[in-house]
């Protein structure tokens, strides 16, 4: 499956996925933020279904970000496991809730490394983050092959909303995209 999206924080995003089995699949991710580009790869998997009418998957996108000025200018990852159930209605919709999590590191911290050198003016660069997300989305199809889908995820720091240590801008993830089944 080749899907291209965009949204909040990316402007655009390109992956192309491959179904290893019925349910499991991998892809290779390729993003661009308004600042800096992102790499990655997603694993999804569905692990219970009820029929063809529900199931609940994961999915885990982990990418990451080549140096930038912000975030303390190093480069760094992030990623987001999220747990979802689905429901399909007669017309091929599908509808889904689920929540998940967002984590993002420098690659420094990571590695249990320093550089002195990389640090910024108010102290140390960006070390890392941890927020929890709520989403709901909607996939149908437009052609057999062809499906749009959308997404709105808020993102929270606990039951609150997150503030300005979020590295996405405004707390919310916004998907929305087309997939093509090849």
Same mark, same amino acid.
């Given at each position: 499956?080749?899907?291209?999206? $965009?949204?909040?924080?990316?402007?655009?995003?390109?992956?192309?996925?491959? %179904?290893?089995?019925?349910?499991?699949?991998?892809?290779?991710?390729?993003?661009? $933020?308004? +600042?800096?580009?992102?790499?990655?790869?997603?694993?999804?998997? $569905?692990?219970?279904?009820?029929?063809?009418?529900?199931?609940?998957?994961?999915?885990?996108?982990?990418?990451?970000?080549?140096? $930038?000025?912000?975030?303390? %200018? =190093?480069?760094?990852?992030?990623?987001?496991?999220?747990?979802?159930?689905?429901?399909?209605?007669?017309? *091929?919709?599908r509808l889904s809730v689920g929540g998940g999590f967002v984590a993002a590191a420098c690659v420094n911290s990571l590695l249990g490394l320093e550089e002195e050198e990389? =640090?910024?003016?108010?102290?140390?660069?960006?070390?890392?983050?941890?927020?929890?997300?709520?989403?709901?989305?909607?996939?149908?199809?437009?052609?057999?092959?062809?499906?749009?889908?959308?997404?709105?995820?808020?993102?929270?720091?606990?039951? +609150?909303?997150?503030?300005?240590?979020?590295?996405?801008?405004?707390?919310?993830?916004?998907?929305?995209?087309?997939?093509? *089944?090849?």
């Open positions: 499956m080749v899907t291209v999206a $965009t949204g909040i924080p990316y402007v655009g995003i390109v992956e192309y996925a491959y %179904g290893i089995s019925d349910r499991f699949s991998a892809g290779a991710i390729i993003g661009i $933020t308004p +600042k800096i580009p992102g790499y990655g790869v997603r694993l999804r998997g $569905t692990i219970h279904e009820r029929g063809d009418r529900f199931r609940v998957y994961v999915r885990a996108p982990v990418l990451y970000y080549p140096r $930038t000025k912000d975030l303390g %200018g =190093e480069p760094w990852v992030l990623t987001w496991p999220v747990v979802s159930a689905e429901w399909k209605i007669e017309s *091929g919709t990389e =640090e910024t003016e108010g102290g140390e660069g960006f070390m890392g983050g941890f927020w929890n997300t709520l989403h709901a989305g909607v996939a149908f199809p437009i052609r057999p092959r062809l499906m749009f889908q959308g997404e709105l995820s808020a993102v929270l720091s606990g039951a +609150k909303v997150a503030g300005g240590d979020w590295v996405g801008g405004p707390p919310v993830i916004l998907v929305l995209g087309l997939s093509y *089944g090849l």
